[in-house]
C-alpha cells in the first residue's frame, strides 16, 4: 500500500470514503491499548474501590463525549483536520494554537502508550525468556516499538484503518481472556494502604472523573477531525457521524478503563500498574498479555503518532507529513525514556492530563460553538491559506487572528489553570471550590461565556464569497480573484 501524500490539504470529496462504521473502529481498536487501560488504574490509585472507580470514569467518559463527539462534524463538512478547520473560528494563523494544543496532547499520550506498553512487554519477556530487567532492555524493547509505530504513521489513515480494525476485534478477545486470567484475586475494595488522594471520598471522586474519565474524551478534541474528514456528507448523514464518534468514544474508553480498574485492584497495584500487572498474571495469560503491550501500543500510538505528523505538518508547512512524523516519532522516543527513567509515573500522568484539560477544553468549546454558529459551512479553500503561505480569504479577520475567539480561549484557560490541582502545582482558586478541582467547568464556562460576549455584534464569515490570497512580499502573486470583504453581514 502507497504511502498517504495528503497533509493538511483539503481531502477531495472521491478520496472520501469511508463511513461511520470506520469511526467506531478506530475509536475501538487503537483504545485498547494499555496506555488507555492504565487510565482504569489511575482511581485507584487515587484510594478509590470498584464501583468509586467505576461511577467516576463512566461519568466523566459520557459528559466528555458530550463535548468532544460534535468536533468530528467540523472535519466532515471542512474535509481538513480540525486545527486547520479551526481557522474559520481562530482565524488561518490562530489556528496554530489548535495546532499545538493537538502536538502537545498527541505527543504526552504517545509516550506514555510506548512507555506502559514498553514496560509491561520487558516484564512479560522476563518471566517467559529470562529478559534481563535493566535499562538496556527498556531502552531496547522502547526503541523497537517507537520504529514500529513510526512506519504505521508514515504510511497513513488507510493503514492505520485496517491495523484498527483487527485490532478491534483481536484485543478485545484478549481483555476478555483477561478477566478469567485475574478474576479469581479480584476484589471490590481499594487497595490496601493507599489513602484518597485529596483526603475525602468525594474530592477525589472528583478527581478521578476529570483525570482519568473526562481527559480520555478530550484527548480526542484535535484528533477526530483525521478521521471524519475521509467522509463524504453527501454520502453520510451528521446525525449517524455524530452517534458513531460518540458511541465509538464511550466504549473504546470506557472497555479498557474498566478492565484497568479490574485488573488493578485484582494485583493490588497502588504505587505501579505495568509492574503488579505483570507479576500477578498466571503463566497462561504472559503470551496474550504480551501481545496487547505490542500490538496494542503500536496502535494507539501510531493513531496519535499521525496527528501529531498533522499538527507539525500545520505548523511547518514547508515540511511534508512524512518528515514531520519521523521528528515527532524521535521526539516522543525521548520523553518515553524520560517518563521511565526520570519521572514518577503517577504524579506525572495526572499533571499532565489535567494541565492539557484545562487548557484544550476552552479551544474545544469555542470550535464547537463556531461550527454551530456557521452552521458547518466551511470555505476549504481560505482554510488552506496559511499553508499555501499566501494572505487573505474570508477568515483573515485582523493579520490571520481573530482576536476576539483568542481571548476568549486565553481567558478560558487561564481561569482554568487557576482551579487546576496537581501533585505539582495547586491553583489559587481552589480555595474557593472547596479545594475541588472543577477547572474544565470552569474553564469551559468562560470561553465559552467570553466568546459569546466578545462576538455577539460581529458578523460571521460567509464562505459563499471569496477573496484575494495575497502572496507575502517577494512571492509570485496568485492570478487574481474578484475581491470581496473578510467579514459581511
Known amino acids: 500500500m502507497p504511502i498517504e501524500q495528503h497533509g493538511v490539504d483539503t481531502i477531495p470529496d472521491e478520496e472520501r470514503t469511508s463511513g461511520p462504521r470506520d469511526l467506531i473502529s478506530i475509536l475501538l481498536g487503537s483504545n485498547l491499548a494499555l496506555g488507555v487501560v492504565i487510565f482504569g488504574w489511575l482511581p485507584v490509585s487515587f484510594g478509590l474501590g470498584f464501583w468509586g472507580s467505576v461511577s467516576s470514569l463512566a461519568a466523566g467518559t459520557l459528559v466528555g463525549a458530550v463535548l468532544t463527539a460534535p468536533l468530528a462534524l467540523v472535519s466532515l463538512r471542512s474535509a481538513t483536520n480540525l486545527s486547520t478547520s479551526s481557522g474559520a473560528h481562530f482565524g488561518v494563523r490562530g489556528r496554530l494554537i489548535g495546532s499545538v494544543i493537538g502536538l502537545l496532547l498527541s505527543l504526552g499520550y504517545t509516550a506514555l502508550t510506548l512507555w506502559v506498553g514498553g514496560d509491561a512487554m520487558v516484564g512479560c519477556l522476563h518471566r517467559l525468556?529470562?529478559?534481563?530487567?535493566?535499562?538496556?532492555?527498556?531502552?531496547?524493547?522502547?526503541?523497537?516499538?517507537?520504529?514500529?509505530?513510526?512506519?504505521?504513521?508514515?504510511?497513513?489513515?488507510?493503514?492505520?484503518?485496517?491495523?484498527?480494525?483487527?485490532?478491534?476485534?483481536?484485543?478485545?478477545?484478549?481483555?476478555?481472556?483477561?478477566v478469567f486470567a485475574y478474576a479469581h484475586h479480584f476484589t471490590t475494595g481499594p487497595v490496601h494502604g493507599v489513602p484518597y488522594a485529596l483526603g475525602g471520598y468525594w474530592q477525589t471522586w472528583l478527581l478521578?472523573?476529570?483525570?482519568a474519565g473526562l481527559s480520555g474524551p478530550i484527548a480526542f478534541i484535535t484528533?477526530?477531525?483525521?478521521?471524519?474528514?475521509?467522509?463524504?456528507?453527501?454520502?453520510?448523514?451528521?446525525?449517524?457521524?455524530?452517534?458513531?464518534?460518540?458511541?465509538?468514544?464511550?466504549?473504546?474508553?470506557?472497555?479498557?478503563?474498566?478492565?484497568?480498574?479490574?485488573?488493578?485492584?485484582?494485583?493490588?497495584?497502588?504505587?505501579?500498574?505495568?509492574?503488579?500487572?505483570?507479576?500477578?498474571?498466571?503463566?497462561?495469560?504472559?503470551?496474550?498479555?504480551?501481545?496487547?503491550?505490542?500490538?496494542?501500543?503500536?496502535?494507539?500510538?501510531?493513531?496519535?503518532?499521525?496527528?501529531?505528523?498533522?499538527?507539525?505538518?500545520?505548523?511547518?508547512?514547508?515540511?511534508?507529513?512524512?518528515?514531520?512524523?519521523?521528528?515527532?516519532?524521535?521526539?516522543?522516543?525521548?520523553?518515553?525514556?524520560?517518563?521511565?527513567?526520570?519521572?514518577?509515573a503517577q504524579d506525572a500522568m495526572t499533571s499532565f492530563v489535567l494541565l492539557m484539560t484545562a487548557i484544550g477544553t476552552p479551544w474545544a468549546v469555542i470550535t464547537v460553538m463556531g461550527f454551530a454558529r456557521c452552521r458547518g459551512n466551511y470555505d476549504s479553500d481560505s482554510l488552506q491559506v496559511y499553508n499555501r503561505g499566501t494572505r487573505g480569504g474570508v477568515y483573515w479577520y485582523k493579520a490571520g487572528w481573530n482576536v476576539q475567539a483568542t481571548v476568549a480561549w486565553a481567558l478560558g484557560s487561564a481561569v482554568g489553570l487557576l482551579g487546576v490541582d496537581t501533585p505539582f502545582y495547586q491553583g489559587p482558586l481552589l480555595a474557593h471550590t472547596g479545594g475541588i478541582d472543577i477547572s474544565f467547568l470552569l474553564a469551559a464556562a468562560v470561553a465559552g461565556l467570553a466568546y459569546l460576549l466578545l462576538t455577539a455584534r460581529r458578523p460571521r464569515p460567509v464562505p459563499a464569497l471569496r477573496t484575494v490570497a495575497t502572496p507575502p512580499p517577494g512571492t509570485a502573486p496568485e492570478a487574481p480573484a474578484p475581491e470581496a470583504p473578510a467579514e459581511v453581514g
Open 223 to 344: 484528533l477526530l477531525g483525521d478521521y471524519s474528514r475521509y467522509i463524504s456528507p453527501r454520502r453520510h448523514s451528521s446525525k449517524k457521524v455524530f452517534a458513531a464518534t460518540y458511541l465509538g468514544l464511550v466504549i473504546g474508553l470506557l472497555v479498557p478503563q474498566l478492565f484497568g480498574t479490574f485488573s488493578a485492584l485484582a494485583v493490588g497495584a497502588g504505587d505501579d500498574y505495568a509492574g503488579p500487572l505483570v507479576a500477578g498474571a498466571p503463566a497462561w495469560y504472559l503470551v496474550f498479555l504480551l501481545l496487547n503491550a505490542s500490538a496494542g501500543s503500536v496502535g494507539n500510538s501510531g493513531l496519535m503518532l499521525y496527528s501529531m505528523g498533522l499538527d507539525l505538518d500545520a505548523i511547518l508547512p514547508r515540511a511534508t507529513r512524512t518528515q514531520a512524523t519521523y521528528v515527532v516519532a524521535g521526539v516522543s522516543t525521548a520523553l518515553v525514556y524520560a517518563g521511565h527513567f526520570l519521572w514518577a
Open 129 to 178: 525468556l529470562g529478559l534481563p530487567t535493566g535499562g538496556a532492555s527498556y531502552a531496547v524493547v522502547y526503541a523497537v516499538l517507537a520504529g514500529c509505530t513510526a512506519v504505521g504513521a508514515v504510511y497513513g489513515y488507510k493503514v492505520l484503518l485496517r491495523m484498527s480494525k483487527v485490532l478491534s476485534i483481536g484485543l478485545t478477545i484478549l481483555l476478555v481472556v483477561g
Open 208 to 211: 478521578s472523573a476529570v483525570s
